[in-house]
């Protein structure tokens, strides 16, 4: 990866309630055609940051936003642009995410994938990788690292 037009920040999430604040600073700098892509292992908070940001956008912060694990994808709308919040852990090829739309979301829609990794080839460069890991002797905190390329290089230092 050239590290020309990509930014990198690291810092800590004390509490459930950070990655909140974080999620609705993130929902500030959301633009159509955004792709945000959520790594972590299982239960490291890539739903929680997801579901905090999706609130945060529609303006509803009582909203049910369910994981997607099983539907694998759940849409929302809100006054400028559409969400998809996608999990790709079960997908077994990247190519099902053409099944799954994601080809024509990307460009269109404010989009959060979680394992993107399932589909690391067909990611658009222009995007947002988000890494959450939970924090030793701390069960309640996040260490996070932002990955910003192109339109996002600059978007990040405000967050």
Not at 19 to 24: E, I, L, N, S, V
Not at 126 to 136: G, K, S, Y
Request: hydrophobic fraction near 45%; include cysteine; proline fraction near 5%.
């Amino acid at each position: 990866m050239s590290d020309e037009n990509v930014s990198r920040r690291a810092f800590a999430l004390a509490d459930p309630a950070a990655t909140d604040a974080f999620g609705r600073r993130l929902a500030a700098q959301l633009r159509a055609g955004d792709v945000i892509c959520l790594h972590g292992a299982l239960g490291a908070g890539k739903t929680a940051l997801a579901r905090a940001l999706i609130r945060a956008a529609t303006g509803e912060p009582a909203l049910e936003v369910p994981s997607p694990t099983f539907s694998l994808v759940q849409t929302y709308e809100t006054a400028g642009f559409e969400i998809w919040h996608a999990d790709l852990y079960r997908l077994e090829s990247a190519a099902e995410s053409v099944e799954l739309g994601l080809d024509d979301a990307f460009g269109e829609a404010v989009v959060l994938l979680e394992w993107p990794e399932r589909i690391s080839g067909r990611l658009p460069a222009d995007r947002l990788d988000i890494t959450l890991e939970a924090v030793p002797d701390a069960p309640e905190a996040r260490r996070i690292e932002l990955i910003a390329r192109q339109s996002w290089s600059e978007r990040v230092a405000s967050l």
